[in-house]
């Protein structure tokens, strides 16, 4: 551009010079009217070029500017899709993990149900045991009572001399082979009692 000016200056000039010595001053003034509205040409074609290359520019940073912003929508599209396909493999494996924890809470509930009867039918058990038992140490304690109140009484008639020691021996050797006779019948009924 610069170079077109210079040799736009330097024509004008050498035309400049020469008119002067072979023309008039009439020549001179188209001369420089021609030379003037070159001048604007070139200037307005300068112009217009400088113009067309911000334009070409203003086009250019544009296109990349959308070919980015297209690469970054594609990328967070891509990175969308990604997400969503983990957070659905994610949920089917919580999916997976629930239907299993169901699973085994419901074999945690059978068999809690399962101890629950049994812990029920041990507890009646033991209750009848218990009151067998009861019945069992009632029924001992009332039999072995009566021979130990005579053994007892003896002693006391002893003591007063009302018996004789051998009498009260012998009564006493009675006694003991009967509350003796009761100890092994309550074992006897203990033993066999029926096992629920």
């Not at 020549?27 to 070409?56: C, P, T, Y």
């Not at 085994?104 to 041990?122: C, F, G, S």
């Amino acid at each position: 551009m610069k170079n077109t000016l210079y040799v736009l200056f330097l024509t004008l000039f050498l035309a400049v010079y020469f008119s002067e010595a072979a023309t008039a001053e009439d020549s001179l003034m188209v001369h420089k009217a021609v030379i003037s509205n070159n001048i604007k040409r070139v200037g307005f074609k300068s112009k217009e070029k400088i113009i067309q290359r911000k334009n070409d520019t203003i086009e250019l940073v544009k296109f990349w500017s959308v070919a980015i912003v297209a690469c970054l929508l594609l990328l967070v599209i891509a990175l969308l899709m990604g997400n969503i396909k983990r957070t659905a493999t994610t949920n089917l494996q919580l999916q997976e993990l629930n239907n299993e924890i169901v699973r085994q809470k419901d074999n945690v509930d059978r068999i809690n149900h399962h101890l629950e009867e049994i812990i029920n039918d041990r507890t009646k058990d033991l209750q009848t045991k218990n009151r067998k038992l009861s019945e069992y140490s009632s029924y001992l304690s009332h039999q072995i009572r009566g021979p130990i109140a005579t053994l007892k009484g003896l002693i006391n008639l002893e003591k007063e001399e009302l018996i004789s020691k051998e009498e009260c021996i012998e009564m006493m050797g009675k006694c003991v082979s009967e509350i003796d006779e009761k100890i092994i019948e309550m074992s006897e009924i203990l033993r066999n009692s029926p096992k629920p």
